[in-house]
Structures are given as structure tokens and as C-alpha cells.
């Protein structure tokens, strides 16, 4: 049995380093220019050299997006960049655009191509199309169920891959296909510019009744009326692996290190049950608990199931639920005496009781109680951004572990 591939979001190089020390299979990021997330930190050449070589030498594959939609003046500045990075051994480019596929093809002849989401491939007629002109992989539009999923993957060929979104962001707009930022703010979507205009507070109102607001406004505050829910799809694997998906990619290059740990962590271990025994395969309610203590909307399975409804958007807030701050994050350790160097990420005080968890582990908890600076004297409070710490450990711990605490 071929087994899926899990792909997570890189924004920058210490995300790409957490990703994969946390389960992926996979990782995509960006440049410095021609992806569709300019917010993300995203990556100069040399950060990427190294975090393809950390990432190749754990046997994890590295896929370029440059999914943007190119207008007359990218052209020449996408040849020339192209032309700095053609020696990186990048797995994959991650493309929307003709132009951008011919100009790769250009300068890097072997290059694989992986159809991107914001190209709305919706059909098998459409998913032939795109195969025969050499691409690799089509990572699905949001809006596809999983019995067209499946007949697509019935009705093409075998050497054509299927990627899919699993968890995530949702996009009000036909698979990010928005003019709304670019209209109210003058940052192109398609450019990798979102300032997120669904995400903002609407009122409706008729021109010749000012001040008198229609049914869509839930109460007096206002509504969100464009604001999905997130997709989460931890709970259906194996329905995504019987369509015949073959890579289930988290959202999220602007997410934190923390975010990422969490919902990779998740997710492999959910896929990594289903292959230890599937026709036995129990999903563990324990794995979303889990997820949900990094930052987090509420949930929906987007399309996958049914057209969604007004259930699947929630119309009172587009705020986060943050139940556990992210305190800090293990640089080194000593399994002689206990004591692990620490990077804070956010305040922590002696008597807090903390909770620490690492890749393929599960969590334990404990109280903080010796807690020292860098230079050996002992603290009772981490009050400084990214100050290093020696804290002592109830059990051994490992680099890239993580502490947080309850709020």
C-alpha cells in the first residue's frame, strides 16, 4: 500500500525544521518573491540551500511555490531569479500560471510541476489537460467532494498524483480566487498581498435607509458574513485515503512554529495508525484535543462531504481560541542532570504548572520549580523575549521539544 504524504506549511526556515522534525513528509515554502503568501517570513536563497539539505537529509521532499499570477512586469525579474536557484535541488515547483511554467521549463528543464489549488482544477477533462502538458501533481480545488475526488482519480492517469488541502484556512472565494483585498485595500490576492478582507466586520445596509440594518446582521455588534470556519479533516482519514488522494497538505505558511508542531503532530499520528493496522483503524479523540492546544478557529469539512451551509461559517467573531500560551522551546539538554537550555517564547514564573511535548511523544506535566538564567543564577520569573533559560526537567526531553501552560 502506497502511503500518503503528509505536507506541511513552511514560512520560514525554522518552520521548515520544525515541520519536518515533527512528522512531515513533505514541506512547501516560498521565495522572496512569486508565492502567493508575501506575510509569511518566507525564505532568502541561502535559507533555503539549508533548509533543503536539513530537510533531504531526514528523506523529506521540498516543494517551491511560485503560484503567482504574473503580470507583464514579473516576467523578466522571475527569469533572473530563476536563474539564482536552478542549482538548488528543489523537488517540486508549485505553479498556477502558464507563463511561469514555461519560463521554469526555460531554465530548468527536469523541473516537476505541481499544479496549484488557486488554478481551480475541478474535472477530470481539465486534470487530463494539465497532465499532458507535464504536470506532475494537481493539488485539488477546495470545492471538490470526496465522490468527485474519487471519480477523478478514477478517470485519469496513474503517473498523475492528487493533492488535496486537509486542514486549514478556508477561503470565502472559489479557491482564492478574491478581487475583495485588492478592491478595499489595494493589495492584490493573486499577487500573494490577502489582507484578509473576509475576515472583517460587515453591516448591510440599503442606500435609502442609513442607519437601518438588514436581517444578515446577527445582533447590533455586526456580522462576519464572509467568515468560514477552518477545514479540519483529522477525523476522516480514511475516507480521504480511499479516494485516492495521495497527499493530505495542511494550510498554513503564516502559522507558528507552535501551530505547526501541533497540527503535524496531529495528523501523524492519525495517518501513521490508519497504515499500523487499517481495516482495525480507531480514530482517537485524543489526537484532536491535542491539535486544538495551538491557536485555532472553529472546524468544518468544508466540501468534502456536502455543499457547505451557514454552519460551516461563523458569523460572531473571527477570532482565535487560544487556550495554552506557547512558552517556550528546548535548544539543548542534559540527561545527566535533568536540566534543559530553553528559548521563551512568552512569560513563565516558578509554580507554573507547565505541560511539555515533543515529536511522535505524548505530553506529560509538570511543575516549573528550578528555573535559572543563562549564566546559572537562579530566576523566578522569564519575563524577556526569547531570553535562554536552564530549566529542570521531570523527564528526559529532546531539541525541538516544546513548553506551554494553560492561560
Not at 127 to 144: P, Q, S, T, Y
Not at 194 to 209: G, S
Not at 235 to 251: N, V, Y
Not at 262 to 284: C, F, L, Q, T, W
Amino acid at each position: 500500500m502506497r502511503k500518503v504524504e503528509l505536507l506541511a506549511p513552511a514560512g520560514d526556515l525554522e518552520k521548515l525544521k520544525i515541520a519536518v522534525e515533527y512528522g512531515a513528509d513533505a514541506v512547501y515554502f516560498g521565495g522572496e518573491m512569486f508565492s502567493l503568501r508575501s506575510g509569511a517570513g518566507n525564505m532568502t536563497i541561502d535559507e533555503i540551500k539549508e533548509g533543503i539539505k536539513y530537510a533531504h537529509e531526514k528523506g523529506v521532499r521540498c516543494h517551491m511555490a511560485m503560484n503567482v499570477y504574473a503580470h507583464n512586469e514579473d516576467i523578466e525579474p522571475l527569469r533572473n531569479y530563476l536563474q539564482q536557484i536552478k542549482e538548488l535541488d528543489i523537488d517540486a515547483f508549485i505553479v498556477s500560471d502558464p507563463a511561469v511554467i514555461t519560463i521554469i521549463r526555460e531554465i530548468i528543464p527536469d523541473a516537476e510541476f505541481h499544479l496549484s489549488t488557486q488554478a481551480n482544477m475541478t474535472n477530470y477533462v481539465t486534470a487530463k489537460f494539465w497532465h499532458d502538458i507535464g504536470i506532475k501533481r494537481l493539488v485539488l480545488a477546495r470545492e471538490l467532494t470526496l465522490d468527485e475526488i474519487r471519480e477523478i482519480r478514477a478517470k485519469t492517469p496513474d503517473t498523475l498524483d492528487i493533492e488535496s488541502f486537509v486542514h486549514g484556512a478556508m477561503c470565502i472565494s472559489y479557491s482564492g480566487r478574491c478581487l475583495l483585498s485588492n478592491f478595499m485595500t489595494g493589495r492584490d490576492a493573486n499577487r500573494g498581498e490577502c489582507a484578509h478582507p473576509c475576515r472583517y466586520k460587515y453591516r448591510l445596509e440599503e442606500e435609502k435607509r442609513p442607519g437601518e440594518y438588514w436581517p444578515v446582521d446577527e445582533d447590533n455588534r455586526g456580522t462576519y458574513i464572509f467568515n468560514s470556519k477552518d477545514l479540519c479533516m483529522l477525523e476522516h482519514i480514511p475516507e480521504l485515503i480511499d479516494t485516492g488522494i495521495m497527499s493530505f497538505k495542511i494550510e498554513g505558511r503564516m502559522k507558528s512554529i507552535f501551530y505547526i508542531a501541533h497540527v503535524v503532530g496531529a495528523y501523524r499520528k492519525a495517518i501513521d495508525a490508519y497504515y499500523e493496522d487499517p481495516n482495525n483503524y480507531s480514530y482517537n479523540p485524543e489526537w484532536f484535543t491535542e491539535m486544538c492546544k495551538a491557536s485555532h478557529r472553529e472546524f468544518t469539512t468544508g466540501f468534502y462531504f456536502r455543499k457547505p451551509t451557514n454552519e460551516d461559517q461563523n458569523y460572531l467573531t473571527s477570532a482565535y481560541t487560544r487556550d495554552y500560551s506557547f512558552i517556550g522551546i528546548v535548544k539543548n539538554y542534559d540527561p545527566e542532570t535533568g536540566m534543559a537550555i530553553v528559548e521563551q517564547r512568552n512569560r513563565m514564573f516558578i509554580g507554573d504548572e507547565i505541560e511539555v511535548f515533543g515529536p511522535g511523544t505524548d505530553y506529560f506535566r509538570q511543575k516549573l520549580e528550578v528555573m535559572l538564567d543563562e549564566d546559572g543564577n537562579p530566576i523566578d520569573s522569564a519575563p524577556h523575549p526569547q531570553q535562554i533559560l536552564q530549566i529542570k526537567m521531570d523527564r528526559p526531553v529532546d531539541v525541538n521539544f516544546m513548553l506551554r501552560k494553560e492561560k
